[in-house]
């Protein structure tokens, strides 16, 4: 039985395959990898292993990966191999969320010590979530995907159904929506989960090299092609690739397209022979492809094959419910991630917050949720002109925005939002129906609300 999952990560081979071997022969699951992506292909939120990197390494260094892997889930372990001269820069990279580091030359009893140690954080880390989840509070998907409106509530239930299958999904939503993270919560609830997520953005795809970027090719397919090269399609295999933006795919390429998620071969370019492709399709698109279609930009004959199934992912206009919540967890996320003490997010702002609109969706209130968290103050909002607004009209929105600003505030508890406004109970209650409040949208768990 294997002690734990393991990625090692260098791009020099003879300590890669040493290190793999002698980890390998202490009963550990062991994948060496040469580069940085390769790892990041395999990172997921449910990963159940941790990650060994050398901090020096061409292209995207130990560092950078690490802070990656914390973007998708800063509660996976990340040990540091470094070099004699890069002892300050790893103590520098432990304040930063490194679990550990080991100098080289190592011993490798030492290095299984702290593995292990790794390892055990890392299953009571997934562990204490399966247990949330049990006594009904946030499971992944809550947390990845944070509302308690209808449709945010209604994307979950459709992801749990349809993650561990092997449909193909085509993610529709506007732009900053996520349709990245609703992408690979399907990969990460599919059997698929251990093997490559593979992330394509058609739009940054180079039209000249296209079709060896995905397909890949052999030696002497082109001039300079001088080794032969896996396409991004074969490093995916037994694993999921995500086509971002597949409507900026060039109309030529759709065609080649077709014919690989009908019959899951491909063809390098130079090679004589098709080769099977064990992989899960997944695209997205920020507009309706059936307009596409009606344009003539886009193949239905494509459009037909990758939408199996069809999830869409709500716009912050769509679900103003939970925007106040979910700044609130941007703005954790934030302190957390530059290192602040967490700053509390006044009612005031949060009623100003609801009331913005956000045409960048999460991405939008995800970069405002960094400027307060780094104590840069909210850029004024364009707002309507007093004229244009009844008196009426006005006093009734700041009321039922201040209501629903100190209930997020204070987590849907009844009694410190009365005491706060200066309300009677009977009287918050007749304000919360005559506005239709739910406070079950701002509680994270049963509360009791006796005074």
């Excluded at 292990?116 to 995907?145: F, I, K, M, S, T």
């Excluded at 039209?207 to 080794?227: M, N, Q, T, V, Y």
Aim: net charge neutral; proline share 5%; charged share 30%.
């Amino acid at each position: 039985m294997s002690r734990g999952r393991i990625l090692l990560v260098d791009d020099e081979e003879d300590m890669r395959l040493s290190t793999a071997q002698a980890l390998d022969l202490d009963g550990f699951e062991i994948e060496a990898l040469p580069d940085a992506q390769s790892a990041l292909d395999r990172v997921g939120f449910g990963f159940d292993g941790i990650v060994i990197t050398d901090i020096r390494m061409p292209g995207m260094d130990g560092l950078t990966l690490m802070n990656r892997i914390r973007e998708i889930d800063a509660e996976i372990p990340v040990i540091l191999l470094t070099g004699h001269g890069d002892i300050q820069l790893a103590v520098r990279a432990m304040r930063e969320g490194a679990h550990d580091f080991i100098e080289k030359p190592f011993d490798t009893g030492q290095l299984s010590k702290i593995v292990d140690r790794a390892l055990e954080y890392r299953r009571v880390v997934l562990e204490n979530r399966v247990l949330r989840a049990a006594a009904g509070q946030a499971d992944d998907l809550e947390l990845r995907l944070v509302g308690r409106s209808n449709v945010m509530v209604d994307l979950r239930r459709r992801l749990r159904t349809i993650g561990p299958t092997e449909a193909d999904v085509l993610i529709v939503g506007e732009t900053g929506t996520g349709k990245e993270v609703v992408a690979r919560a399907l990969h990460d609830l599919s059997p698929r989960a251990r093997k490559p997520f593979i992330a394509i953005d058609c739009a940054a795809l180079p039209a000249a090299l296209i079709e060896s970027e995905l397909f890949g090719h052999e030696a002497g397919a082109f001039p300079g092609a001088l080794r032969a090269r896996y396409g991004k399609f074969e490093h995916a295999r037994g694993g999921t690739i995500l086509l971002d933006e597949i409507g900026s795919m060039p109309w030529e390429m759709q065609g080649k397209l077709l014919r690989v998620v009908q019959d899951r071969v491909i063809s390098p370019l130079g090679a004589n022979e098709n080769r099977a492709l064990d992989v899960r399709f997944i695209a997205t698109s920020r507009r309706p492809l059936e307009d596409e279609v009606a344009a003539g930009r886009f193949r239905a004959d494509l459009l037909y094959r990758l939408n199996v199934v069809t999830l869409n992912v709500p716009p912050l206009s769509a679900r103003r419910e939970d925007v106040q919540l979910l700044f609130i967890k941007l703005v954790q996320e934030a302190a957390a991630r530059h290192r602040r003490v967490p700053v509390p997010v006044p009612p005031q702002l949060l009623a100003e917050i609801a009331e913005r609109d956000w045409p960048g969706n999460v991405r939008e209130l995800r970069n405002a949720a960094d400027r307060h968290a780094l104590g840069i103050a909210l850029q004024p909002a364009e707002k309507p002109a007093p004229e244009q607004m009844r008196l009426a009209h006005r006093v009734a929105a700041f009321e039922r925005d201040l209501i629903v600003a100190t209930l997020a505030a204070h987590r849907g508890r009844l009694k410190p939002v009365y005491e706060t406004l200066g309300l009677s109970r009977k009287s918050l209650y007749e304000k919360m129906q005559k506005y239709r409040i739910d406070k079950t949208h701002y509680v994270d768990a049963a509360e009791d609300d006796s005074p």
